[in-house]
């Protein structure tokens, strides 16, 4: 169908801007972690990861759901974008304002309380002030992409991570994981003050006064959103509660490098959540689920493999970009990873669906069961299988709020998946990984280096292969691919490679 078309290409242009910029933030954040956890080592990064997550905790009470809708609300209401963006403006620095000052006089109690490290109060009264400027920076990104400002909203993670990273190492060196903490709060607050000055540069009639209506209007949908996040991060709280409790400084460090790796692998996955919520809130029924389909379908051709191999190769990547000192990050990379292939079930979009179709409460509903679960699973398997019975605990969190969002998404819009397509996808994703895995493993960071580009090169000639030999893509599907491919920019040309070796097996098995 047509419309089905243009707003999967639309869905693409929007997810490939915000890859673009995530891609550089990314970039810039991974080689920063590398020289940061150089720098820190397992134990001090385990330290900084957990006094982080106090003021991470803290920010989920701030933003009462209005990034999202301003996601939702500024395309379809445009003549109201000022208005909007300024409620989600407002809400962020009351809120926001609030919340620090109760953390800053709470840094103790919440040091002691939160993550079991009494002795790292002063390290969670110096990281507070990134409450303020963070929530600012999130509601300005949220509405730069609701106006359709996807560049400039794209620019504001690379910059963000640039001072970072940069400051957080510099004054590492210094001042260990004081330093590596103040160089966030800093790079947040010049971060959020240039967002600001491209929302007032984007808005073309600046509006400071909004109605009770246009209030009561954003509050009844970002509530649930807002339950929903509270939710998430009591959750991701008593994660990092039960770590404190059993686990040191340098394992929880080798974990949480582990999560870094998996945000890196997500990049390609997360910018679709953000674009979709935007395209289906303007589709009707028919072209909803069509589009629901493709974008299954589509992202799971490449979040699946590139998911599998990553699993494969876990030792060689973190040898890579952490060196020797991660001894165990290596093992939880290579299972937490796994999560991405929840995408052949849409756990990418069932959440923007349901958001779009106004059904905001189920996503809370799905939160919640997940979380029922998660919690007694991760106090039993964290005492009796240690940090891998974390990462289980983890995945099947995951697995059952994806689930939930699917079920309650087919059951009010009758969407449905092509189980006999994710199922080819799979088989033909794990097949070349199982080949990978008892292959030589570097150890040093140039032979490592070298084998990874060699196995992905070997990889994916396989994994291209099998879906041509099974039927899995088609001519179309890759002419199609060859379309979204165009706003790749320079990996456009790696990507039509790919597609090119496709169509000539697709022809070769067809003569």
């Known amino acids: 169908m ?31 972690s590398l020289v940061l ?4 080592g397992p134990e001090g990064y385990g ?6 997550a106090v003021p991470a905790f803290l920010a989920s009470f701030v933003d009462l759901g209005m990034s999202a809708a301003m996601v939702r609300y500024i395309p379809r209401y445009p003549e109201k974008a000022a208005s909007y963006v300024t409620l989600g403006v407002v809400v962020a620095l009351i809120t926001s304002s609030l919340i620090t000052v109760i953390g800053i006089l709470t840094s103790s109690a919440l040091s002691k309380t939160l993550i079991n490290r009494p002795e790292y109060s002063d390290l969670v ?9 963070y929530s600012l920076l999130n509601v300005s990104r949220a509405s730069l992409i609701g106006m359709g400002k996807r560049v400039k909203a794209a620019l504001l993670d690379p910059i963000y991570n640039f001072l970072r990273v940069s400051l957080s190492i510099a004054l590492a060196v210094a001042f260990f994981t004081k330093g590596a903490v103040l160089g966030i709060v800093i790079a947040s607050a010049v971060t959020s003050l240039v967002g600001v000055v491209l929302i007032i540069r984007s808005l073309s009639r600046p509006k400071l006064s909004f109605s009770y209506n246009e209030v009561l209007e954003l509050l009844q949908f970002s509530i649930p959103l807002y339950v929903t996040g509270l939710v998430g991060s009591v959750t991701q709280m008593y994660t990092t509660l039960m770590l404190s409790r059993f686990f040191t400084d340098f394992e929880i460090g080798n974990y949480r490098a582990a999560l870094n790796l998996l945000s890196v692998i997500s990049i390609a996955i997360a910018p679709f959540s953000t674009a979709f919520l935007k395209v289906f809130s303007e589709l009707g029924a028919q072209d909803f689920r069509e589009l629901f389909t493709d974008s299954i379908k589509y992202v799971a051709l490449f979040s699946t493999p590139l998911t599998l191999f990553s699993s494969a190769t876990a030792h060689d990547i973190v040898r890579v970009v952490y060196g020797r000192r991660y001894t165990e990050a290596n093992v939880y990379f290579s299972m937490v990873v796994l999560v991405n292939t929840l995408t052949l079930l849409g756990s990418h979009v069932v959440g923007p669906a349901l958001s779009a179709i106004n059904k905001t409460k189920y996503i809370l509903v799905s939160n919640i069961l ?5 919690v007694p699973l991760l106090y039993v398997l964290a005492r ?13 969190l995951n697995t059952i709020t994806t689930l ?3 079920y309650f998404l087919v059951k009010s819009t009758k969407v449905s998946l092509d189980y006999v397509f994710s199922a080819r996808v799979l088989v033909s994703a794990v097949t070349p990984s199982l080949a990978l895995i008892p292959v030589a493993k570097g150890q040093e960071f140039a032979d490592s280096l070298l084998l990874l580009a060699l196995k992905f090169v070997a990889y994916i000639a396989v994994y291209v292969a099998l879906l041509a030999i099974s039927r899995t893509i088609t001519e179309s599907d890759v002419y199609k691919l060859s379309g979204l491919s165009k706003s790749l920019g320079p990996l456009s040309g790696i990507v039509n490679i790919v597609l090119k070796y496709a169509t000539l097996l697709l022809r070769l098995l067809q003569r």
Do not use: W
């Open 2 to 32: 047509k419309g089905d078309s243009n707003a999967l290409y639309e869905a693409a242009s929007t997810a490939v801007t915000l890859a673009g910029g995530s891609f550089l933030s990314v970039l810039i954040a991974g080689l920063g």
């Open 37 to 40: 956890a150089r720098v820190l």
């Open 47 to 52: 330290a900084y990861s957990l006094v982080l």
């Open 125 to 133: 009264l110096i990281s507070m002030p990134y409450l303020l400027s």
């Open 370 to 374: 997940g979380s029922l679960a998660y």
């Open 384 to 396: 009796t299988c240690g940090l891998q019975g974390a990462v289980i605990s983890y995945l099947s």
């Open 404 to 406: 939930a969002q699917l």
